[in-house]
């Protein structure tokens, strides 16, 4: 497959994505972005693709076939490719209108490199339910993409009966993947034998006994059973033993595991049978891994789609999941659309396989810096943001845009001037975790251009202790962070000696500044005692001579702690002026800024203006 085109369909309004066509695809994405619903889309097109064969006919899909003719009418209580309350869900916002407005477009590669493509619809109207295909470029010769979905693993029962292909998609559909994997199993290991069996009769004709030279022949023959036991005993060091079964005779498939050990002799792992046990004893996470790998190694599915296949699994486990599937990917011609919230598993994966969705978007990260982004959760809004970075090295880290504003204001009234080769970055996240993003980053940016990066992180200090910062606002002692020559400063930390930057603009005389240019009611007094008693009587908020100096020592301890926001808001009812934060900042003096606001404007030049 090569395109995805939805519209109306669960969280999407209109949406296309463009696929990579072979390999494996990792999904990423915050929770409910709307990864799932690509898988989800997906199941829902190819269920509906096999009714309208088995009812209609392959015709029904072709481009000649009239989509005017009246569409299939399905009991809604036997579509079932996805597990959800009601069809409703299935369309965006539950809007069903009653017409064919629902729409899934999948596009793929055919003989001669031809791009094909098959659009499915749906309408709902009560409890009518119908499917049709609305858009089709398909001859009678073109091969269509069987599609096989696998939603998180849920657990098996205690028997097993034979099921047919669509029973085991109905049951997999509603997230009983668990209930179906012995019959999985056994398919796998029918079409082996019957492989065995055709070679064998192909390589030695008429011959009723063979020569162990012979039998080696035969074991080395490659099939999608013997992968499947290749991968357990390598990875979990058993094998599995499927019992005959018979229709006539057998009412439920059995398997079993067996553990292996190895010869001391001849270094080859040999069966333990007397460790032999049903296979419903095994832990969640090897069931999981076994339902994944028979599903990908099942000749018959030319696609995979993975609904957190990692989930049940350690991290080490993960790893070798996703290994071992690229491998089935290349050698047996798969496709694999995997979703995982894993940051192992981004982490290990090549940037251009993975699919991130965001704001209705699904595109492929561009480079390793965006990948950084998505493991730090800070997702696609901020890719642009690593052009500017690349290209002038220096970062602002500040937890609200506004910050960054209000240091410039105050950086021009100081008649100094604003550095324009600075990218600013709004996070609220600590500078533990900026650390990591920032270490990340530089080591791309520094093997791309032979450039390391500067970073400037800027917090509040909220309820943390006082003590915790300096008077150069060194937070916690430590002042910068370098790269692992320990040549180059990366990172500086800084913390506010204040509750928030809000805490430095309470200044009496630029209040009276502001309110006087802006309150035009003669009875309201405005002088700065009028801004001292409201402070003081409002807020209990004491503003000494000494409000510009670093040290608690020489202010009052309320200037430091205080929440002055509501402050700050107060005066539009108390003065009667409409106050607006960012237009009193120019009310405020150069002789008027604080010392600590003074030392952050300085660094980030200096920062600025070295290499």
Not at 20 to 27: A, F, K
Request: a negative charge.
């Amino acid at each position: 497959m090569n395109l995805i085109e939805l519209s109306n369909f669960k969280k999407f309004d209109e949406i296309n994505v463009d696929l990579n066509e072979n390999g494996l695809s990792l999904i990423s994405g915050v929770n409910n972005s709307g990864k799932t619903s690509l898988l989800h889309a997906l199941a829902v097109w190819e269920y509906a693709k096999i009714l309208l064969i088995n009812y209609r006919g392959q015709q029904s899909l072709l481009e000649e076939y009239d989509v005017e003719k009246k569409g299939l009418g399905i009991a809604p209580e036997s579509f079932s490719p996805i597990s959800i309350p009601s069809l409703r869900y299935l369309w965006k916002d539950q809007r069903t209108i009653g017409s064919y407005q629902l729409k899934i477009k999948v596009g793929w590669k055919g003989a001669e490199n031809r791009n094909l493509f098959l659009e499915l619809a749906y309408t709902l109207n009560g409890n009518n339910f119908a499917i049709k295909k609305s858009d089709s470029n398909l001859s009678e010769s073109d091969k269509i993409p069987t599609i096989a979905y696998l939603p998180p693993f849920g657990g098996m029962n205690e028997n097993e009966s034979w099921l047919s292909v669509a029973d085991r998609r109905k049951l997999i559909g509603k997230g009983q993947a668990g209930s179906v994997i012995r019959n999985l199993l056994l398919d796998l290991h029918d079409a082996h034998e019957s492989t065995i069996e055709e070679k064998k009769n192909e390589l030695f004709p008429n011959k009723k006994r063979l020569k162990q030279a012979d039998q080696q022949v035969l074991k080395g023959i490659s099939t999608e059973w013997r992968q499947l036991k290749e991968i357990l005993s390598e990875v979990f060091h058993v094998n599995l033993y499927v019992h005959d079964f018979d229709s006539q005779f057998h009412n439920f498939v059995s398997v079993d595991v067996i553990d292996l050990i190895k010869n001391p002799d001849t270094q080859e792992k040999e069966r333990n049978n007397s460790s032999k046990r049903d296979l419903m004893v095994e832990g969640s996470g090897f069931l999981q891994w076994l339902s994944v790998f028979a599903l990908a190694l099942d000749k018959n599915n030319d696609v995979l789609l993975l609904d957190e296949p990692d989930a049940h699994l350690h991290s080490s486990l993960q790893s070798l999941l996703m290994e071992k599937l690229e491998k089935i990917c290349e050698e047996n011609n798969k496709q694999i659309l995997m979703v995982s919230h894993s940051s192992d598993l981004i982490k290990l994966i090549d940037y251009q396989k993975v699919l991130h969705v965001e704001a209705s978007k699904a595109e492929y990260l561009k480079n390793n810096e965006e990948k950084v982004l998505v493991l730090e959760g800070l997702g696609s809004k901020y890719f642009p943001l690593l052009d500017s970075m690349i290209e002038h090295k220096k970062v602002l880290l500040v937890e609200n845009a506004s910050d960054a504003r209000i240091l410039k204001s105050l950086c021009i009234k100081l008649g100094k001037v604003w550095p324009e080769n600075i990218v600013e970055w709004v996070t609220n996240k600590k500078h533990k975790e900026r650390k990591t993003l920032i270490v990340e980053l530089n080591q791309k940016i520094t093997q791309e251009t032979g450039s390391h990066i500067t970073a400037y992180s800027l917090r509040d200090l909220d309820d943390d202790n006082y003590n915790t910062t300096n008077s150069s606002l060194h937070d916690n002692g430590k002042d910068v962070q370098r790269d692992d020559s320990g040549q180059h400063v990366i990172m500086m930390y800084r913390t506010l000696r204040r509750r928030e930057i809000e805490n430095y603009l309470i200044v009496p005389e630029a209040i009276s500044r502001y309110i006087s240019n802006n309150c035009r009611n003669r009875e309201i007094i405005k002088d700065v005692d009028a801004v001292r008693n409201y402070l003081a009587n409002e807020h209990g908020l004491v503003v000494p001579e000494t409000y510009k100096l670093s040290e608690r020592a020489s202010n009052t301890e309320a200037l430091f702690i205080k929440d002055v926001k509501p402050v700050l808001d107060g005066i539009n009812s108390h003065f009667r002026v409409k106050f607006d934060k960012e237009e009193y900042i120019n009310s405020i003096n150069s002789n008027e800024i604080s010392e600590d606001l003074i030392t952050i404007i300085d660094e980030i030049i200096d920062m600025c203006t070295t290499d």
